[in-house]
């Protein structure tokens, strides 16, 4: 790792009150609140009261840190789930986005069965026929998770590779098995409804219409776990479809392009839902022609783009463990999962849920690069920043390092700034800080990082 010493310049602007600036909150409500960052959680998720972000039972704000197993249920035996979901336990993850129904579209048989050819249905492809020991088989799996504290985004029926099967059975049937679902699974605590995955013909009414039916059956019977619904790549919102606002309480981002577009496209919606990444570039996979090739670096800027923009959390996904291809237990230790650990541990030791997105840059004022809503992922510049509005927190990913200017006077009292290494979950001192707001301040990083690549975030604490 390069010596990490900073370029410094202040501008004698006046510091001014400015947005953002306000009283210093309460030390006591601000130990609760980062308590319950961390603690375990009471399932069912909800969302919170300003609607931005997921809260449990209790309130405490739910940043999904989660990874995606499409496949755990119909790839793996439960042995090795309990091996796997014990491994992304202890990495951090706290999410798991599982189909509850698998085929090779996701990884799995043809026929939908499990390993050891259990089926999901008595009579293939008929949703009005379960079989007991395919959904005892789940049943078991969403339990694994349940005892390491975890929450499953749970799909009912991959839009992937069962849209097929749903235009078969048509609504009624469709709409049945959802209850059928409902019934089953609103014991079960730790579950959020994912819908759809890759869902491409949305706009088409009658395939609309026959996975909205299964929603709607499930939540006909179990009004308590909140809804999502993934739709078409390269990008896409929950939103999108409006047929979907009375289900959802959850806005699912998607794309291969620079993630900060699509999650703060979400965001500036009105009326919004918390939004969340659910979908971007996988590590050791070439995303869609290389727009977003799997590699550290491009899932680094990914995922601080996005949790800078707005998001309630996002997923991960690995090319090896989305699937159970061969290799997967050699591919769990990775480079991307553990950097991705290294953020949720930055963001749960800080008030994450009340940081709002600078879109105006007036915190970064300069230096903050060009904003797109398209091409390469490594070639963006766009440097994302969130801060609270009471100016005690700021947050800035540089993904291309350089120099930034920062408005000091946005910010409340005397500011301590550090700089977070993404690669290696270190901090590097920041030259003269804290700062007793000077003004507009010249940052520069501090070389590469610990990988050798020069994204930076920039750490900004007022009291």
Not at 172 to 180: I, T
Not at 432 to 455: E, I, M
Request: proline share 6%; hydrophobic share 40%; aromatic share 12%.
């Amino acid at each position: 790792m390069a010596a990490a010493f900073l370029t410094l310049a202040v501008s004698t602007g006046s510091p001014g009150t400015g947005a953002g600036i306000g009283q210093h909150r309460d030390p006591e409500r601000a130990r609760s609140e980062s308590t319950a960052a961390t603690r375990a959680f009471i399932y069912p998720l909800k969302v919170s009261r300003n609607g931005r972000y997921l809260v449990d039972q209790r309130n405490a704000p739910f940043l999904i840190v989660g990874d995606s197993p499409q496949a755990l249920i119909g790839k793996l035996s439960v042995k090795d789930a309990a091996a796997y979901v014990a491994n992304r336990k202890a990495a951090g993850f706290n999410a798991l986005w599982v189909n509850l129904l698998c085929a090779k579209y996701t990884g799995c048989r043809d026929d939908g069965a499990t390993i050891d050819g259990i089926r999901p249905f008595t009579t293939p492809q008929d949703l009005s026929t379960p079989n007991p020991a395919y959904f005892a088989r789940a049943d078991a799996v969403i339990r694994l998770a349940a005892k390491a504290g975890m929450v499953v985004f749970l799909d009912p029926i991959e839009t992937g590779g069962w849209l097929d099967v749903l235009r078969a059975n048509g609504v009624a049937k469709s709409g049945a098995y959802g209850r059928f679902l409902g019934k089953r699974y609103k014991r079960f605590r730790n579950i959020v409804w994912f819908n759809g995955n890759d869902f491409q013909t949305w706009h088409d009414p009658s395939d609309d219409a026959v996975v909205l039916a299964v929603a709607k059956g499930i939540q006909s019977v179990d009004p308590a776990h909140i809804h999502t619904i993934e739709l078409n790549y390269l990008r896409s919102g929950s939103l999108d479809d409006p047929r979907w606002r009375s289900v959802i309480k959850l806005d699912a981002a998607y794309t291969y392009y620079p993630t900060y577009a699509q999650v703060l496209r979400e965001y500036n919606r009105k009326p919004f839902l918390p939004v969340f990444m659910v979908e971007a570039g996988y590590e050791f996979e070439q995303n869609i022609s290389s727009i977003s090739p799997g590699t550290p670096q491009i899932l680094r800027r990914q995922e601080y783009w996005s949790a800078l923009s707005g998001a309630t959390g996002q997923f991960y996904g690995n090319h090896y463990t989305w699937q159970f291809t061969d290799g997967w237990k050699d591919h769990l230790d990775t480079p991307g999962s553990a950097q991705f650990g290294y953020l949720a541990k930055l963001f749960a030791g800080l008030q994450w849920f009340r940081l709002v997105p600078d879109q105006a840059h007036k915190i970064v004022t300069a230096g903050y690069g060009t904003f797109t809503s398209s091409g390469n992922v490594g070639s963006s510049n766009y440097v994302t920043t969130a801060a609270t509005p009471d100016g005690t927190l700021a947050i800035s990913y540089l993904p291309t390092g350089g120099t930034i200017v920062v408005d000091m006077a946005r910010l409340a009292g005397r500011v301590q700034a550090r700089w977070f290494d993404p690669a290696n979950g270190t901090y590097s001192p920041v030259s003269s800080s804290p700062f007793t707001n000077p003004g507009k301040v010249r940052l520069t990083t501090p070389g590469a990082n610990a990988d050798g690549d020069p994204d930076w975030v920039l750490v900004l604490t007022a009291r």
